[in-house]
Each structure stands twice: as C-alpha cells, then as structure tokens.
C-alpha cells in the first residue's frame, strides 16, 4: 500500500522565488499545517471531492448508523426511495414522501444529494410496465418533468438515465420497453431533465462500464461523444462499481475515467462496493480511489450503503464498516489513500466553494517539506 503524504503536525513551506531588478528574492511563507483528514469526507475535501453513500429511509432511526453516516459522508443517494416506482406509484399521483426523509436528513445534516434515477427500465411502477410507444415515452418525460421540477434546487446531480446498455459483447442499447419507443428516448430524458432543473448536473450511469476493452464501455462512450458532438446535455457519467471476484476492479481503470473525462464530462463512481475481505477488499478499494484521484474530472466517490449488513448484497460483505459500525480494512485503506492525494478537482477547488480546506496548493509554487 502507498504511504500517505505526511501532512499533520508541521506547517509546511511555500517557497517563491522572484527577480526584483538586479536582487534575487527569496520569500518564505509559512502556511498552516494541513491535518490529514480523519474522516472520508474531510479526506476527500482535500482535493476537492465529496465522498458518498446510499441511505435507506427506513433505516433513518437507527441511530448508530446515522452516526456513521452523518460523520463520514457528505454525498447522499437514496438507496430505492426516489426511483420510478417509489415516486410515481399510479400515474400522475407522486408520493415523495420517503424521497423527502433522505432529501431532509442530508440537508439538515449540511449533505448534498445525488438524485437517483429519473428513468430506468427497472424498477417501474406496475401501471408503467404495461405501457408502449408514444404513450410510455409521454409517461416517461412528464415523470423525469415532474420529479426534477420538485426537486428543483435540491439535487447536485440527477442519474437522468440509468443502466440503458446491454451486457455482453454487442455494445449496443439494452432492449427494454423504453428502448422500444425509439432510440432518442435517452436524449429526450435528458433535454426535459435540463429544462426542468438548469442547475443540476446531469449524468448517465451504469454498471460493467468499468473495463476499458469492455464492448458496453465502448457504447456508452460512443452515445456520450454522440451528445458531446450534438449539443445533448450530459455534464458527467457514473461508473456504479459493483466489484467482486467474477468482476473485479479492471486495471486500465484509470483509462476508463480519464477517457471519458476528455469528451468533456465530470465522471463519478457512484455505487461502489467490492465483494471480500481482509486485505485484499482493501486493495482493491484502494485502486479504485486511487484511480478516481488521478482523474481531475473524477469528482467524487459514493459506496453504496454503510455496513456490510445495509447492502443489497450483505453476504459478500461489500462495504467499509462491518456490521457492529466497526471500520474494516478497506475503510482504512481508503482514507489512507483520500489522505495521499492526487489531482485536485479544478470544478470545486478549495478556494472556490468552501467543500475542500485551505491548503498550500492554493498558492502554488514549489512546495518544500
Ligand atoms: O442492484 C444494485 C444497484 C444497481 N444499480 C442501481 C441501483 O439502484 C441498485 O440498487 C439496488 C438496491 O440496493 C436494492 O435495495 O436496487 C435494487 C432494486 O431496485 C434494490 O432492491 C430492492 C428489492 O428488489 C425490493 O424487493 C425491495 O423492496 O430493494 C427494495 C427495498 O428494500
């Protein structure tokens, strides 16, 4: 494993060096010293990221993982609370009442929300799946109106789309009854969510994406330089990171990332978790982080779920605290490798918008310890 950058204890020194007429001048700055962050999210601010996690509205009363949660994260996703059929039960009657309690815990809680998905050919309300043609593409863009105009103001980023491309080898669109109503259905998702909402960032997210050789890789690329080229607004692309071992973290990961970063779009990694133990899971965590650092369009890191005993897949005990709160191996793993730097996100430097902490890279210049 990397050994962090030390940064706690001394004040580090900037040194700038400048021609004043014949004299040379030598300036030296002491800045204040730069704690190493003890949390996910103070670690992550530092390059000006956010670090995440799903919330289950259900599990908002217990407090031992509100404690964990509230303390170590600053990105919410409602784990299933603000998805079609949770939001939209019968058509055109919408119950945010459970989306709420997410939205309201994490802006309470000084939090900022991912808003999860406008549109999926899962999770469909029972009315929606039996729709077709012109008829489910109008259901479809009033559900992406309606939702993103309620929460207007409150979302930092919508997952617009998610999961449209098939596994396998053809790199081609997932069949699904919102498929089936033509092929602009994703754009058209898109350009409603954007008159709906100006202000959030919108993403198109999926799984398997991870791999650079991958064909479904290859095809979500493709549609999002396709957008990129026709003016469609995309602002970032989730990669949902569901590792384990039939899946693992790809080695060219870090090409995935910067590659899509380069058309111009944020990337995320938006649901990560990775099936083990021990130090290996904690290797693997580290190079995923390691990875998203070395992207500066990388903006931030969100695990999707808080104990292993919270995820969709508590067997393969995917996540960073076990089920009595306790931090793993991986959890330690990735702070250490938050706390060891990498690019600094230029969307949200710590100067801009007060998400990151006073650093000497601010003043730039050559850096002396
Ligand atoms: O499957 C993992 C994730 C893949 N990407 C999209 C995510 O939205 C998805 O999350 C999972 C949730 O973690 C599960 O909690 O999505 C599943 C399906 O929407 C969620 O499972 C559902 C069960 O299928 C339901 O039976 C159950 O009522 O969770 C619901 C609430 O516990």
């Known amino acids: 494993m990397t050994t962090p950058r030390p940064r706690s204890s001394r004040s580090r020194l900037i040194t700038a060096t400048g021609c004043l007429s014949a004299a040379v001048l030598t300036v030296t700055l002491a800045v204040p010293a730069l704690a190493a962050g003890s949390t996910l999210q103070a670690a992550a601010a530092e390059s000006g990221r956010y670090f995440g996690t799903a919330i ?4 908002l009363s217990d407090s ?4 964990i949660a509230n303390r170590e994260f600053n990105m919410i996703t ?9 939001l939209e039960p019968n058509q055109n009657q919408f ?4 989306g709420d309690r997410i939205v309201n815990w994490a802006r309470q809680n000084g939090k ?3 808003g999860h998905a406008l549109a999926w050919h899962s999770q469909q309300p029972g009315w929606m799946q039996n729709m077709s043609g012109t008829a489910l593409r109008n259901a479809m863009l009033n559900h992406v109106t309606q939702v993103a105009t309620y929460y207007r103001g409150k979302i930092h980023s919508w ?5 449209a491309f098939a596994d396998g080898n053809s790199g081609g669109r997932r069949d699904s009854n919102l498929q089936r109503t033509g092929n602009d259905w994703i754009e058209a998702a898109f350009r409603a969510a954007r008159a709906a909402d100006p202000n ?6 999926d799984y398997n994406t991870d791999n650079w050789s991958h064909a479904k890789t290859q095809g979500v690329y493709n549609m999002v330089r396709d957008f990129k080229a026709r003016g469609v607004p995309i602002d970032c692309v989730g990669f949902q990171a569901h590792f384990n071992s039939g899946n693992p973290v790809p080695s060219n990961y870090h090409t995935t990332l910067q590659n899509f970063a380069d058309l111009g779009v944020d990337v995320q990694i938006t ?18 982080i390691q990875a998203c650092l070395s992207v500066a369009r990388c903006t931030g890191i969100t695990v999707w779920g808080v104990r292993d005993t919270d995820s969709w897949r508590a067997s393969g005990t995917p996540l960073l605290f076990d089920g009595s709160g306790n931090k793993k191996a991986a959890y330690t793993s990735v702070l250490n490798q938050l706390n060891a730097g990498g690019t600094t996100n230029p969307a949200h430097h710590p100067a801009a918008d007060g998400w990151g902490q006073l650093h000497g890279d601010l003043l730039g210049g050559p850096e002396v310890e």
């Open 200 to 205: 959030a960032k919108l993403c198109y997210n």
């Open 64 to 67: 031992a993982y509100t404690t």
């Open 112 to 114: 900022q929300v991912r």
């Open 78 to 86: 409602a784990e299933n609370e603000m998805k079609m059929d949770a």
């Open 95 to 98: 119950n945010y009442a459970n």
């Open 159 to 163: 997952d617009v789309v998610n999961e």
């Open 271 to 288: 649901e990560l978790d990775i099936e083990g133990s021990g130090s290996s899971q904690a290797q693997q965590y580290q190079g995923v």
């Open 56 to 59: 289950a509205a259900s599990r």
